[in-house]
């Protein structure tokens, strides 16, 4: 898992850029503590993905 | 030899009198100038010099006390020092209003992108704390001290935001770039506490 400095339509947002192995539940339990969380970067994502289960290394997520 | 010297005494006396009385005039007109002058520059200076104002003020209050008794001499004698500091406060409170014209202007620019910007900043926090609030375990980086003290930070930095942008309303933008920035500064002091990078 690697993480950014913010950048997109929010630059105080911060930005994870996927890495292989990274699961939505992952990345919930990096920044948030709690994998349960996923569906808060599920939908702050709905522009780029369309099932939270199918993410690919390279792309950048909003995490809100 | 007595009523000569009583006849020149008394030419001395009438020659001192027509002298006195030929400064009367002079003394009064310097006096009216110098109040007309310090009415020109009067809401400047007191807007921006007003110390300076001031002593300008006494000195024409002291050349005013001399006319009252009748000593011209020091009137007309003070003229010349009054003219010149009228000048120096003209100068000064221009100099004064050219800068904080300037400091206005600077302020306004900025005061442009800052009010853009500046929302984002607590949008983003605003939105962090209400996901980090459901969360059951937050991350190891975030302690629940943090979160609580970024919830009550966030309360803080919106109430001078709104401060600022009143400010800004009222056309003082360089009170509003200061609320401004103390808003910025907090905000990223709560960015950093909640993890979210530089």
């Known amino acids: 898992m690697a993480d950014t400095p913010p950048t997109g339509d929010n630059p105080y947002t911060q930005v994870h850029v996927v890495v292989a192995g990274d699961t939505l539940s992952k990345i919930a339990q990096k920044y948030y503590g709690d994998p349960s969380l996923y569906n808060q970067i599920f939908q702050a994502n709905r522009d780029v993905l369309k099932d939270p289960n199918k993410i690919f290394p390279g792309q950048k997520l909003k995490i809100p | ?198």
Request: glycine share 4%.
């Open chain 2, 1 to 198: 030899m007595k009523k000569q010297f009583a006849w020149v005494l008394g030419a001395m006396m009438a020659m001192l009198l027509v002298a006195c009385a030929s400064q009367k005039g002079p003394a009064e007109q310097a006096v009216a100038s110098a109040e007309t002058a310090l009415s020109a520059v009067a809401d400047q200076a007191q807007k921006y010099v007003p110390d300076q104002y001031a002593a300008v003020q006494a000195q024409i209050a002291s050349a005013k006390d001399s006319l009252a008794k009748g000593d011209y001499k020091a009137v007309l004698a003070a003229a010349p020092a009054i003219t010149a500091a009228i000048g120096s406060l003209k100068d000064a409170a221009a100099a004064k209003a050219a800068d904080a014209e300037a400091a206005l202007s600077k302020a306004k620019d900025a005061w442009s992108s800052v009010s853009t910007d500046t929302p984002k900043m607590v949008e983003a926090i605003q939105t962090k704390v209400e996901v980090l609030s459901k969360s059951h375990h937050l991350p190891a980086n975030i302690s629940k001290d943090s979160l609580a003290a970024a919830k009550s930070g966030l309360d803080s930095i919106k109430a001078t935001w709104a401060d600022a942008t009143a400010a800004a309303t009222s056309g003082d933008y360089t009170g509003a770039m200061a609320k401004a920035q103390a808003v910025r500064d907090k905000a990223a002091e709560i960015m950093k506490s909640l993890g979210m990078g530089s």
